[in-house]
């Protein structure tokens, strides 16, 4: 099993960065792939990037692609989403979720979740 904790949300201005982080429990990190997700109120919840389990492959929504970067440390059992430019649009909670080997962009295929980290972006 892997339990996930996200860090890093929080408040900031249209066109600047936040780093998010995700820091997984359980001996078998490196066995799975990681996606991050967001959800605003009254939305879907959104794929926004993945990562396969080796950190080889990355996979970006069209909306966040220049912008976004997702990468992993599994010596440390943290993925990490570096967010540039953000946008107003992009206020939602962000969530982490695992599942083994290789990333989806559904949601519903990710065993485990983390609990969310707020990002806030003022315009």
């Known amino acids: 099993q892997v339990q996930l904790a996200e860090s890093g949300g929080g408040l900031v201005q249209a066109g600047g960065s936040l780093r998010l982080s995700c820091a997984a429990s359980g001996r078998t990190f490196s066995n799975y792939a990681l996606g991050w997700f967001r959800q605003a109120p009254g939305k879907e919840r959104e794929f926004v990037t993945g990562?396969?389990?080796?950190?080889?492959?990355?996979y970006y929504a069209d909306s966040v692609k220049g912008r976004f970067t997702i990468s992993r440390d599994n010596t440390k059992k943290t993925v990490y989403l570096q967010m540039n430019s953000l946008k107003p649009e992009e206020e939602a909670v962000y969530y982490c979720?695992?599942?083994?080997?290789?990333?989806?962009?559904?949601?519903?295929?990710?065993?485990?979740w983390g609990q969310g980290t707020q990002v806030t972006v003022s315009s």
């Open positions: 979720a695992a599942r083994t080997t290789f990333y989806r962009k559904t949601w519903a295929e990710y065993d485990y």
């Open positions: 990562i396969n389990w080796g950190g080889g492959t990355t």
